[in-house]
């Protein structure tokens, strides 16, 4: 299954209104990592916390991490329409080479 | 713009045919990696090189393959193609191993 799990699927919210999503994963991490997509477009990455780290914050970004937990939360705030968009966390991890995997993501939906 | 670049942009062909998908890495990028998104399956890690060796294989199908070639650009191969083939094929750089990914913005596969 996969390494990151994103909760909820679904968000939609009203422009000005702050929007959380939840990441969970498996294994043990060196850090994790947050990415943007588009619809049918490439993913664009947001931020990065490294797994000694707990808070990290990024323009209107605002990401946790909770290794006992392994979970992470990734915190927009005042969102704009223009976020509209699915989110994925994203844990690279080495095991007999090195994988990112991507969780289903959190998609998004800011109304004006 | 990521600085990767993905050829081509569409493709459509039909069942038991081969295609080849090209990426150019981000200049100075040694990694590459190649991801499948389908529908209903999500993102799905397909296979990573670093500076021209093969570093990790997540679920590829034995029907799929991929270089690096000495100037760094990646093809992957996909034979015997079936209708279930069908996704967006993402092509992402990063300067190392676990760093931030830079995604092309994919080439769209359609299999008829």
């Known amino acids: 299954s996969q390494q990151g799990e994103e909760d909820p699927q679904a968000l939609s919210i009203q422009e000005g209104e702050n929007a959380t999503m939840n990441c969970s994963y498996k294994?043990?991490?060196?850090?994790l990592q947050w990415y943007r997509q588009n619809s049918g477009r490439g993913l664009v990455h947001l931020i990065l916390i490294r797994s000694n780290e707990r808070e990290k914050h990024s323009g209107r970004l605002r990401v946790t991490l909770d290794t006992s937990k392994k979970s992470s939360s990734l915190l927009i705030t005042a969102s704009r329409a223009a976020d509209t968009a699915s989110y994925f966390c994203?844990?690279?991890?080495?095991?007999?080479?090195?994988?990112?995997?991507f969780g289903a993501g959190t998609r998004l939906f800011v109304k004006a | 713009d990521s600085g990767v670049t993905q050829t081509p942009k569409h493709l459509i062909t039909a069942t038991g045919q081969r295609v080849t998908l090209r990426c150019s890495p981000r200049?100075?990028?040694?990694?590459v990696y190649w991801y499948q998104q389908s529908l209903d399956q999500g993102l799905q890690f397909l296979i990573h090189y670093y500076n021209g060796e093969e570093r990790a294989k997540g679920n590829i199908l034995e029907r799929f393959s991929a270089q690096q070639f000495p100037d760094l650009h990646s093809e992957l191969n996909l034979s015997s193609l079936e209708l279930g083939d069908s996704a967006l094929y993402f092509c992402a750089s990063s300067v190392e191993e676990g760093a931030p990914q830079y995604f092309g913005p994919g080439t769209r596969l359609t299999v008829l």
């Open positions: 200049s100075g990028d040694l990694s």
């Open positions: 294994t043990s991490i060196n850090n």
């Open positions: 994203a844990t690279p991890f080495h095991t007999g080479g090195f994988k990112t995997i």
